[in-house]
């Protein structure tokens, strides 16, 4: 614990200083209250001066001189201004100073520490380290997001390592500002953290609640009884040990035994606790805690906090001790924090992994991963679980590897005894939680409560007392975590919700209604969106230095516990095959396998010829198959994002590519805005659209059978191995829906079942757009007999060998071979290979327009002026989205013409004969403007 010093002249200042660094205070903090006229002893020049003449060097360092701009102020001269504050900077450098904390002082000025700190011209190799001040207490939440707003412009001018959180009361207003600070460590990881604290007394809340101080928020309830007080403070102490703030007492301390009792009543050990560096591994990327305004356990309930070490701000590495082995005089071991890091099924990394950071820089960690055997309808389908399965056999050998740590494996049934305490917990929790949009079944309810329960017993099992885990994006996890957090803070236990597995976070993304420069949830309008939501993505950290383990480990199940993709059972019992292991035999599942195939990728030629080569599901390397690391989080998206950057490749070699990142995250915000996209049409009329249900057609579709070989070697790839090329996969849709008329959703669920990478929000967004009901409507068809993608072959040879004996001429349109070639190669249409299930293709594409275009002609109230669909979004507004031409309807419901002198974006013509993925007719006008809308192909690496 640092402390403030109390003196009104240069002997009182020296005299307290060595006081307190001589009964163990980490540093001493020196305000600046008054101007040099009213006090020159106590000058900030001054003052270090005076101290430096009676201190050692190394205690220098520990000394933090405040520089406040309202005594040091040139109100005529801001240039006058910085000018003083950049020479005591180089003269507090020179007397071993290490850090200052500048403040602009009550009231409001021109030139103010912003204002200072974006001025400031002086290198960082010429001053010390310079903290600001931040309060997280304002009561009102549009002066604590201005406070926020102030503190990310601070630290964007790259001049502050510090921040220094001012005196208040309410805790969950506190636990909120240190989930926030924790993202922000993310950003910026060398940031250290300070708190100050008031050792209560009966004269200090008598003089509060005479004179309360200017910006220090205190409780009714803090100031009405010492005993109360210091319970509070009590809190805040937890708090600030679970994210490793090191606190600051701003009460006088005039001989040892005040600094001991002071230890005492703050329910700290009164001995001077071993030093823990926290400045080797911040926290990083939190973005949510316990909200305010919720009830905290009562006072005479809570236990009194104990010891946990926070580093001084000059220990150096050598000399920190290990909060395992660390002890005080007495030689007991101090007691450390314990936090579990909840794994989720995105983020199964060590590097660039926010929650775990933040974790082992806190104190114990204790991995877990929990997998209900109910879950909800939307969960890893059987190809997903199968990867899922061996990256939790990496992480954990990662974890034992590089930490000795382990990570505990739960797999709660849900139907355990009803006098089980944490399922009634759990229950009790759900109960208070609004059910979400996309996530009102019974099984999600199920996996929402079971999980609860079994991170309740975790933190028990491991004496946590906080849960930290990587925020979900999709409906049914966001419940579970709801559900979660409401159990948690129930039993007072802190947790900490962060970003990590996007580069924007969708609830900070606004996309105005209307035309933005395109249409309302397409590229280009959410990229700028993006870019106005906050500052862009940051580079990401290195996996932790270090971890420290749990005091006891909870007991772990076995990764066959799981059932992760486990085989059928038989009906006599038996087992039947392991349809996975064939599958995952071609691929390396591990975080180690990620970044080597991002750096073969990127660095091999692969990025350089992306442009070229795209289309192309004959060349190996064409495309960086990095879609499953991505998906489970093996590979963080900042990661490839920044690698990406890093190459030195010209833009236009770059571009498409760099945006697959950015048609991710589009995916995820239109499932926040739409939850129930995975199954429900976001153009809510398309839900009467008339679609086949020949259940034989999808069938054939699913197993590779439809008698078009680029359609059959796509699907037998994918369920084969779970994956396929980008572009076939558009092939594949577009022959579902354009040719079958079969719905899209039979389309997604039939890839979210057997996609090793299948990602509800990419794969939803994919489908409802091939299937015209989702913001942006393929622009196109892709036809199934030229084999475009395939112009050598090869694809079609691998994967339906049965025509591997075809000319490359005849190879993806078989049926018009001459016979003789087709005997030749050992073909027999029908018996061993199929014939076309749709003969003629014009005319049952023809069918499918017409059901579309009978069901927008019985919804035009949601049809525009222009013909275009009209999309209601929550806010209530009404916009218009991207349909096209062929699809446009005037007000009585018959086809529009194209505008006159144009073809028009999305003309009427079918494009049987389109090659390469590519849509042709892009760029048409589109009320006097151009557009710029991308193929919608999702964003499969």
């Not at 005529?76 to 290490?98: G, M």
């Not at 390592?161 to 993310?186: K, Y």
């Not at 597995?501 to 900070?508: K, Q, R, S």
């Not at 590979?635 to 950057?645: G, N």
């Amino acid at each position: 614990m640092r402390a403030e010093v109390f003196a009104k002249d240069t002997q009182s200042l020296v005299t307290a200083s060595r006081l307190l660094l001589s009964v163990g205070a980490r540093g001493i903090n020196v305000p600046n209250k008054a101007t040099v006229a009213q006090n020159p002893e106590l000058a900030p020049a001054a003052a270090l001066h005076s101290l430096a003449a009676a201190l050692s060097t190394t205690e220098m360092k520990g000394v933090c001189p405040h520089y406040s701009l309202k005594f040091n102020n040139d109100a005529r001269d801001p240039a006058s201004t910085l000018r003083r504050f950049e020479a005591f900077c180089e003269e507090a450098a020179s007397l071993h100073v290490r850090e200052i904390l500048l403040v602009s002082g009550s009231g409001s000025r021109s030139f103010d520490s912003l204002a200072c700190l974006k001025a400031l011209t002086l290198p960082a190799e010429r001053r010390p380290a310079i903290g600001v001040a931040f309060n997280p207490f304002f009561p009102d939440r549009a002066a604590r997001m201005r406070e926020r707003a102030r503190l990310r412009q601070k630290l964007n001018t790259g001049a502050v390592s510090a921040i220094w959180l001012q005196i208040g009361s309410d805790v969950l207003l506190l636990r909120e500002a240190l989930a926030f600070l924790a993202e922000l460590r993310g950003v910026h990881p060398a940031l250290r953290l300070y708190g100050s604290v008031f050792l209560p007394s009966r004269k200090l809340l008598a003089q509060l609640k005479f004179r309360p101080w200017n910006g220090v928020f205190l409780s009714a309830e803090y100031l009405s009884s010492v005993e109360v007080a210091s319970t509070i403070t009590c809190r805040v102490l937890d708090a600030y040990a679970t994210h490793g703030v090191e606190p600051l007492l701003e009460s006088a301390v005039r001989s040892r035994a005040e600094w001991r009792a002071a230890r005492e009543q703050l329910g700290l050990s009164p001995d001077i606790p071993a030093a823990l560096s926290t400045a080797e591994d911040p926290a990083a990327d939190a973005t949510e805690a316990t909200e305010p305004g919720l009830s905290e356990p009562p006072l005479s309930k809570r236990p009194r906090r104990q010891s946990n070490p926070i580093a001084p701000v000059d220990a150096e590495p050598a000399a920190a001790v290990s909060p395992a082995t660390s002890a005080g005089a007495s030689g007991a071991a101090a007691p450390t924090a314990c936090t579990l890091v909840w794994f989720r099924t995105f983020d199964i990394r060590l590097a660039d992994h926010a929650p775990l950071r933040a974790a082992a820089s806190a104190g114990a960690v204790c991995p877990c991963f929990v997998w209900p055997a109910r879950r909800g309808t939307w969960s890893l389908g059987g190809a997903a679980q199968a990867w899922l399965r061996e990256a939790l056999r990496s992480l954990a050998g990662g974890l034992r590897e590089h930490y000795s740590s382990r990570l505990v494996l739960r797999a709660p049934s849900g139907g355990g005894d009803a006098s089980d305490e944490y399922l009634a917990a759990a229950a009790a929790a759900s109960s208070k939680v609004a059910v979400l949009r996309g996530a009102d079944c019974a099984a999600a309810e199920a996996e929402a409560v079971t999980t609860a329960a079994e991170l309740l017993r975790l933190a028990d099992e491991s004496s946590a007392r906080a849960v930290y885990w990587h925020r979900s994006y999709e409906p049914e996890g966001q419940r579970v975590e709801a559900v979660v957090r409401e159990a948690l803070r129930g039993r007072g236990i802190a947790c900490v919700a962060m970003a990590g597995a996007l580069l924007y976070e969708p609830a900070a993304v606004h996309c105005p209604a209307g035309w933005q420069g395109g249409h309302w949830g397409t590229l280009m309008p959410f990229l700028r969106a993006c870019e106005r939501s906050g500052p862009p993505p940051t580079r990401p950290t290195e996996r932790p230095v270090a971890m420290q383990p749990p005091c006891a480990w909870p007991a772990s199940g076995a990764l066959e516990d799981l059932r992760l993709a486990a085989p059928p059972v038989l009906s006599g019992g038996s087992v039947g095959r392991d349809w996975s292991a064939a599958m995952m035999a071609g691929w390396e599942v591990s975080e180690a396998a990620a970044a080597r195939a991002m750096e073969d990728f990127v660095g091999g030629g692969g990025l350089a010829g992306y442009e070229a080569r795209r289309s192309r599901a004959d060349e190996p390397g064409a495309v960086s198959r990095l879609s499953a690391f991505l998906r489970f989080g093996q590979l963080s998206p900042r990661a490839l994002h920044f690698a990406v950057r890093d190459a030195g490749l010209p833009r236009e070699q770059v571009k498409t590519f760099a945006r697959r990142l950015h048609w991710r995250d589009l995916a995820s915000f239109h499932l926040s805005v739409f939850p129930e996209m995975p199954w429900r049409p976001i153009r809510a009329h398309y839900a009467s659209h008339e679609w086949s249900g020949d259940a034989s057609a999808l069938r054939a579709w699913q197993r590779g059978n439809t008698g078009f070989p680029m359609v059959d070697a796509g699907m037998r790839c994918l369920y084969a191995t779970g994956w396929m090329h980008q572009s076939v996969r558009m092939v594949v849709a577009s022959f579902l829906i354009e040719y079958l008329g079969i719905s899209w959703v039979d389309g997604a669920r039939w890839f979210h079942d057997t996609l090793v990478d299948a990602d509800l929000a990419i794969n939803s967004m994919m489908w409802q757009n091939a299937g015209r009901s989702g913001i942006d409507q393929w622009n196109f068809v892709l036809s199934p007999e030229t084999g475009s993608q395939d112009p050598s072959g090869g694809y079609v040879r691998k994967w339906v060998p049965e025509l591997a004996g075809l000319p490359t001429k005849h190879l993806h349109a078989p049926w018009k071979a001459p016979a003789a070639t087709l005997s030749a190669a050992g073909v027999e249409l029908g018996a061993t290979y199929p014939h076309r299930i749709v003969p003629d293709l014009p005319a049952a594409r023809r069918i499918t327009v017409a059901a579309l275009l009978r069901m927008r002609a019985s919804s035009l109230d949601f049809n525009d002026a222009g013909g275009y669909d009209l999309v209601t979004l929550p806010t209530g507004e009404t916009t218009r989205v991207f349909t096209k031409q062929e699809f446009r309807l005037t007000a009585s419901g018959l086809l529009k013409p194209p505008p006159s002198g144009s073809r028009g974006r999305g003309s009427a013509r079918s494009r049987h004969t389109s090659g390469g993925g590519r849509a042709s007719g892009r760029g048409a006008q589109l009320q006097g403007k151009v557009s710029t809308g991308q193929k919608k192909i999702s964003s499969f690496f």
